[in-house]
């Protein structure tokens, strides 16, 4: 029978990026801080009912349209396209893009079955005809996965007359956007290339 502590312990060690012995630092955080433990378990245990989809660009939110596509001080021509909604928050933090967003909660990926139907990719194209977007910029990771979701954007959006770009590769090939850091992406985003 497992006590209490292994059982948070190996429930820990499955979040990305918890091994063993962050798992036991965190544990035992919590168990000298009842008051931290407290406010972590009703942080966590309100996540689900608070935290929705928005209905436009997929993005986080807590119920609604996001802040982003609320906020009247937005570039409304503009749509950046990222894979998921945390990468949205990288490339704010650099504070070099202030246009719209759109989520298309994955990539193409044949390797693990993930195929344009998937993707929120019918979404964005609707957004662009209905929005009057003049420019789609595509912010994916670097890597063939990435590369495979782009064209396939790219073959699907060129029909619609939009200027579609893709951020620069000051990205190193092969990392997620998660782990690069905001003066990589604000230089990627500056030294965005149109596609053709």
Same mark, same amino acid.
């Given at each position: 029978?497992?006590?209490? /502590?292994?059982?948070?312990?190996?429930?820990?060690?499955?979040?990305?990026?918890?091994?063993? *012995?962050?798992?036991?630092?965190?544990?035992?955080?919590?168990?000298?801080?009842?008051?931290?433990?407290?406010?972590?378990?009703?942080?966590?245990?309100?996540?689900?009912?608070?935290?929705?989809? !928005?209905?436009? !660009?997929?993005?986080?939110?807590?119920?609604?349209?996001?802040? +982003?596509?609320?906020?009247?001080?937005?570039?409304?021509?503009?749509?950046?396209?990222?894979?998921?909604?945390?990468?949205?928050?990288?490339?704010?933090?650099?504070?070099?893009?202030?246009?719209?967003?759109?989520?298309?909660?994955?990539?193409?990926?044949?390797?693990?079955?993930?195929?344009?139907?998937?993707?929120?990719?019918?979404?964005?194209?609707?957004?662009?005809?209905?929005?009057?977007?003049?420019?789609? +910029?595509?912010? /994916?990771?670097?890597?063939?996965?990435?590369?495979?979701?782009?064209?396939?954007?790219?073959? *699907?959006?060129?029909?619609?007359?939009?200027?579609?770009?893709?951020?620069?590769?000051?990205?190193?090939?092969?990392?997620?956007?998660?782990?690069?850091?905001?003066?990589?992406?604000?230089?990627?985003? *500056?030294? *965005?290339?149109?596609?053709?």
């Amino acid at each position: 029978m497992i006590g209490p /502590l292994e059982e948070l312990l190996q429930t820990l060690v499955r979040l990305p990026g918890i091994g063993r *012995r962050s798992a036991e630092r965190i544990a035992f955080f919590l168990l000298n801080r009842p008051e931290e433990a407290k406010r972590l378990a009703e942080a966590v245990g309100s996540l689900h009912g608070k935290v929705k989809r !928005c209905p436009r !660009c997929f993005n986080l939110s807590e119920g609604g349209l996001c802040p +982003i596509c609320r906020d009247p001080g937005r570039d409304r021509g503009t749509i950046c396209v990222v894979a998921r909604p945390w990468e949205i928050m990288k490339l704010e933090r650099t504070g070099e893009y202030r246009g719209l967003y759109h989520v298309l909660g994955g990539l193409i990926s044949p390797a693990e079955g993930t195929g344009p139907e998937d993707l929120a990719i019918e979404a964005l194209l609707r957004r662009v005809r209905e929005e009057r977007i003049g420019e789609v +910029i595509l912010a /994916l990771e670097p890597k063939l996965e990435g590369e495979l979701t782009a064209m396939h954007l790219l073959e *699907r959006l060129k029909p619609l007359g939009v200027k579609v770009s893709q951020i620069a590769q000051g990205v190193p090939v092969g990392r997620d956007l998660e782990v690069a850091d905001e003066v990589t992406l604000g230089k990627a985003l *500056r030294g *965005r290339i149109e596609l053709s």
